[in-house]
């Protein structure tokens, strides 16, 4: 999702922008395929080396993940496989083939792991102490880079991003989910009952574009091989995002716990300080409402 808006952003700036998908993807489905995305699995050394050959790139943007905390707990080997070795492979295609170009690693608020309310809003300079599989291979995907910074003077940039949120995303995150389970049930299709996990816990929500907006200001301005969060200084309880999404669909329903949405571990709050990313020039352009409507809206065109 993250990495879709970063190319139209990219485009927007007038650069040359070139994509890689796994050949299993939806894209490979379409009756006419899009040039500029390349069929290849970061997990394919020699494959990425060829494309990489091919494309010659100056700006290498790393988002290829499995980005869900949740799904971490039951793919942790695929998720430690993509995430760390996918993200060797890229860093070594980079340091051989381009080893001037420009790199940029999707790192994440789950390395910070089991956060105190007192401890917010967090700094960068906090220990690191993940506690999802998730947010262990995160935490080796910014090892890595930092690794290649400093032994081979690469130029590896490493936003920490907290919770990104925009449209053309699955329903693998909390507000995904309510998004898609509202537009349902406001088409008829299904009964007017939602299914939610944990309500009280509290989370830096960032709109995808405002998030990208960050990314570009740090691969532009910022400093290589140092941390930065990408937030926006401000949490939301999920209760609250609920709320604001049932109101933004104007339907009644009522609302069920739902043991399966529930995680072995959730911190209570997860709040970001973001002063690092404004001191960069960054200012927040979307609230809140702005970014769930489009969410909202964007499920119900794909219901």
Same mark, same amino acid.
């Given at each position: 999702?993250?990495?879709?808006?970063?190319?139209?952003?990219?485009?927007?700036?007038?650069?040359?922008?070139?994509?890689?998908?796994?050949?299993?993807?939806?894209?490979?489905?379409?009756?006419?395929?899009?040039? %500029?995305? #390349?069929?290849?699995?970061?997990?394919?050394?020699? /494959?990425?080396?060829?494309?990489? /050959?091919?494309?010659?790139?100056?700006?290498?943007?790393?988002?290829?993940? *499995?980005? $869900?905390?949740?799904?971490?707990? *039951?793919? !942790?080997?695929?998720?430690?496989?993509?995430?760390? *070795?996918?993200?060797?492979?890229?860093?070594?295609?980079?340091? =051989?083939?381009?080893?001037?170009?420009?790199?940029?690693?999707?790192? %994440?608020?789950?390395?910070?792991?089991?956060?105190?309310?007192? !401890?917010?809003?967090?700094?960068?300079?906090?220990?690191?102490?993940? $506690?999802?599989?998730?947010?262990?291979?995160?935490?080796?995907?910014?090892?890595?880079? $930092?690794?290649?910074?400093?032994?081979?003077?690469?130029?590896?940039?490493?936003?920490?991003?907290?919770?990104?949120?925009? =449209?053309?995303?699955?329903?693998?995150?909390?507000?995904?989910? $309510?998004?898609?389970?509202?537009?349902? #049930?406001?088409?008829?299709?299904?009964?007017?009952?939602?299914?939610?996990?944990?309500?009280? =816990?509290?989370?830096?929500? #960032?709109?995808?574009? /405002?998030?990208?907006?960050?990314?570009?200001?740090?691969? !532009?301005?910022?400093?290589?091989?140092?941390?930065?969060? #990408?937030?926006?200084? =401000?949490?939301?309880?999920? %209760?609250?995002?609920?709320?604001?999404?049932?109101?933004?669909?104007?339907?009644?329903?009522?609302? !069920?716990?739902?043991?399966?949405?529930?995680?072995?571990? /959730?911190?209570?709050?997860?709040?970001?300080?973001? %002063?690092?990313?404004?001191?960069?020039?960054?200012?927040?352009?979307?609230?809140?409402?702005?970014?769930?409507?489009?969410?909202?809206?964007?499920?119900?065109?794909?219901?």
């Amino acid at each position: 999702m993250i990495g879709s808006h970063f190319a139209n952003a990219c485009r927007a700036k007038g650069w040359d922008t070139v994509g890689i998908a796994r050949n299993s993807a939806s894209s490979r489905l379409a009756a006419i395929g899009d040039p %500029s995305v #390349i069929g290849c699995d970061i997990l394919g050394y020699h /494959d990425l080396a060829a494309v990489f /050959d091919r494309v010659r790139p100056d700006v290498v943007i790393h988002m290829a993940a *499995q980005a $869900f905390n949740g799904t971490s707990w *039951q793919s !942790e080997e695929i998720t430690h496989l993509t995430n760390y *070795q996918g993200t060797a492979n890229v860093l070594r295609c980079s340091r =051989t083939i381009v080893p001037k170009a420009r790199v940029l690693l999707a790192c %994440s608020s789950a390395e910070y792991g089991n956060i105190r309310p007192e !401890e917010c809003p967090v700094k960068e300079e906090r220990l690191l102490q993940p $506690f999802s599989p998730y947010g262990v291979s995160k935490v080796g995907v910014e090892c890595l880079g $930092f690794q290649n910074f400093a032994n081979y003077g690469m130029a590896v940039y490493l936003p920490r991003c907290f919770i990104h949120v925009g =449209t053309g995303h699955p329903p693998a995150t909390a507000i995904q989910n $309510f998004a898609r389970q509202l537009a349902l #049930i406001a088409k008829g299709k299904a009964e007017p009952v939602m299914k939610v996990g944990t309500l009280t =816990t509290a989370r830096d929500f #960032i709109d995808v574009r /405002d998030g990208v907006r960050g990314m570009m200001l740090l691969l !532009e301005s910022g400093q290589p091989g140092q941390p930065i969060n #990408i937030c926006t200084g =401000t949490a939301y309880k999920i %209760s609250e995002i609920l709320e604001m999404l049932i109101d933004i669909a104007g339907i009644n329903v009522s609302v !069920e716990a739902d043991p399966a949405l529930m995680r072995p571990s /959730d911190e209570p709050l997860l709040l970001g300080d973001n %002063s690092k990313l404004r001191a960069l020039g960054w200012e927040r352009k979307y609230t809140m409402r702005e970014t769930l409507t489009a969410v909202y809206e964007d499920w119900l065109s794909r219901i």
